[in-house]
Antibody, heavy 119, light 109 residues
Framework: EVQLVESGGGLVQPGGSLRLSCAAS????????MNWVRQAPGKGLEWLSY????????YYADSVKGRFTISRDNAKNSLYLHMHSLRAEDTAVYYC????????????WGQGTLVTVSS | QTVVTQEPSLTVSPGGTVTLTCASS?????????PNWFQQKPGQAPRSLIY???NKHSWTPARFSASLLGGKAALTLSGVQPEDEADYYC?????????FGGGTKLTVL
C-alpha cells in the first residue's frame, strides 16, 4: 500500500524558515517523480514544485521560485521542501504527491501538514 | 501567467448527469496537457480520479468519465450519488510546470 506521510509543519514567524518532509513507503521511491502541492485555508490547490526520480530535474511555480527548494533522499525514501523567507500568504496545508508512470500523472497524495506563518 | 479556469460551482440532482470543464488561458486543451482530475471532500486530502485526459485509476468509480470537449478538458459524472458532493480540481501539464484549475464545488441537491 502506497503511503505518503508529511511532517515538519507548524507555526513560523514571517521571514522564517521551515523544512517539510514526506516519508514514502509501499512503492519503489527512487523510480518515481514527486511533487509538492499546497492549499491555503478555504482556497484551491496550488502546484509548487516537481522533482524527477533522480533529482536531476526540478521545476518550481513562480510564487515560490527562489524561496523554496525541493530535494529528495532516495536512500531514505524521503522528499523534502525547504522553505525560506516565509510570508503570511504561505500559510497552507502542504501535500506531497506521487507521480504515476504516465507523463503528467499524479496518483497518490499524503494527508498534508499545516504551515502557519504568523507573528 | 497561465490560468486554468473551471466553473466555480455546479448543482446536480441525485441520479443526474453533470459535466465539469477545464480551460487553459493558452488556448485549446489537448491531450498533450495530460489533464488530471481530482476530488476533494471537506477535511480530506485530494483523491486522484482521472489521468492523461480520460484514464481512470483502479479506484475511480465507473460513473466518472473524462474527455476533451470544445477545446477544454471535461469530467462527466453520470448517475450522480450524494457522496459525489465535493470540490473537483483539474490539473494541466505545461512541460515542467503544472497548473491547477480554481476548482468546481459540486452540490448534489
Amino acid at each position: 500500500e502506497v503511503q505518503l506521510v508529511e511532517s515538519g509543519g507548524g507555526l513560523v514567524q514571517p521571514g522564517g524558515s521551515l523544512r517539510l518532509s514526506c516519508a514514502a513507503s509501499g512503492f519503489t521511491f527512487d523510480n518515481y517523480e514527486m511533487n509538492w502541492v499546497r492549499q491555503a485555508p478555504g482556497k484551491g490547490l496550488e502546484w509548487l514544485s516537481y522533482i524527477s526520480s533522480s533529482g536531476s530535474n526540478i521545476y518550481y511555480a513562480d510564487s515560490v521560485k527562489g524561496r523554496f527548494t525541493i530535494s529528495r533522499d532516495n536512500a531514505k525514501n524521503s522528499l523534502y521542501l525547504h522553505m525560506h523567507s516565509l510570508r503570511a500568504e504561505d500559510t497552507a496545508v502542504y501535500y506531497c504527491a506521487k507521480k504515476g508512470t504516465v507523463v503528467g500523472t499524479i496518483d497518490y497524495w499524503g494527508q498534508g501538514t499545516l504551515v502557519t506563518v504568523s507573528s | 501567467q497561465t490560468v486554468v479556469t473551471q466553473e466555480p460551482s455546479l448543482t446536480v440532482s441525485p441520479g443526474g448527469t453533470v459535466t465539469l470543464t477545464c480551460a487553459s488561458s493558452t488556448g485549446a486543451v489537448t491531450s498533450g496537457y495530460f489533464p488530471n482530475w481530482f476530488q476533494q471532500k471537506p477535511g480530506q486530502a485530494p483523491r486522484s480520479l482521472i489521468y492523461s485526459t480520460r484514464n481512470k485509476h483502479s479506484w475511480t468509480p465507473a460513473r466518472f468519465s473524462a474527455s476533451l470537449l470544445g477545446g477544454k478538458a471535461a469530467l462527466t459524472l453520470s448517475g450522480v450519488q450524494p457522496e459525489d458532493e465535493a470540490d473537483y480540481y483539474c490539473l494541466l501539464y505545461y512541460g515542467g510546470a503544472q497548473v491547477f484549475g480554481g476548482g468546481t464545488k459540486l452540490t448534489v441537491l
